[in-house]
């Protein structure tokens, strides 16, 4: 079945540090999707990427589908204290849409 | 306008027994996903209720069920409980049943003793 993994599994950066998190799928994907958990809390939407190539960006959040459409990737500028939390992507493949195992992001002050 | 809402927040069950929760989706919504969340894991798709009929389903036994009301709001059924089956059950609503934007709710902790 279709696979989708995320690395890194864990990321500890100082605060204004950049921040980068890959999602690589086992298929070809329709679309891709973003979610943010903070500890203790539900994932929430941020972002859905459709064509091949895509790049959106929200506010310090760029985000980018692969040509292949198997691969995307979110990056944080200077990151914030309010930016701790896991990121999952979500591809959708055969209608069903797959989390990956997440990165969970820490920020030291 | 309120969002997703689950019940009970929190439930503890012992091994072979059956429970059940409720999922009420957001306004205007009309799709209901159902998730399990192991600790440290992303969640895993169990299914999905349309037109309260199952539309598509994850890689779960039997035990796990469903059903969807007229007025959209779902519950998870689940059989013969299993210590592996302790986890955060998370439900998700959507307006159609492929929508792009799913809004979980705040999740039910199932502690299986």
């Known amino acids: 079945g279709q696979q989708v993994m995320q690395i890194p599994q864990y990321q500890h950066v100082q605060e204004g540090e950049d921040f980068t998190t890959y999602c690589n799928s086992s298929t070809t994907l329709s679309n891709i999707q973003w979610y943010k958990q903070r500890p203790g809390g539900h994932p929430v939407f941020l972002i859905q990427l459709v064509k091949s190539g895509e790049v959106k960006k929200q506010k310090r959040l760029t985000f980018q589908f692969g040509e292949a459409k198997k691969n995307s990737s979110l990056h944080i500028t200077a990151t914030q204290t309010t930016d701790v939390g896991t990121y999952f992507c979500?591809?959708?493949?055969?209608?069903?849409?797959?989390f990956g195992t997440g990165t969970r992001l820490t920020i030291i002050p | 306008d309120a969002g997703v809402t689950q019940s009970p927040t929190h439930l503890i069950k012992t091994r072979g027994q059956q429970v059940t929760l409720r999922c009420s989706p957001k306004?205007?919504?009309?799709?209901v996903s159902w998730y399990q969340q192991a600790l440290g894991q992303g969640p895993q798709f169990i299914f999905q209720y349309y037109e309260e009929e199952e539309r598509q389903r994850g890689n779960f036994p039997d035990r796990f069920s469903g059903h969807q009301f007229p007025n959209y709001s779902s519950e998870l059924n689940v059989n013969a409980l299993l210590l592996g089956d302790s986890a955060l059950y998370l439900c998700a609503s959507s307006r159609r049943r492929q929508s792009y934007e799913q809004y979980f709710g705040p999740g039910t902790r199932l502690t299986v003793t």
């Open positions: 306004s205007g919504h009309d799709t």
């Open positions: 979500a591809g959708r493949g055969n209608e069903k849409l797959t």
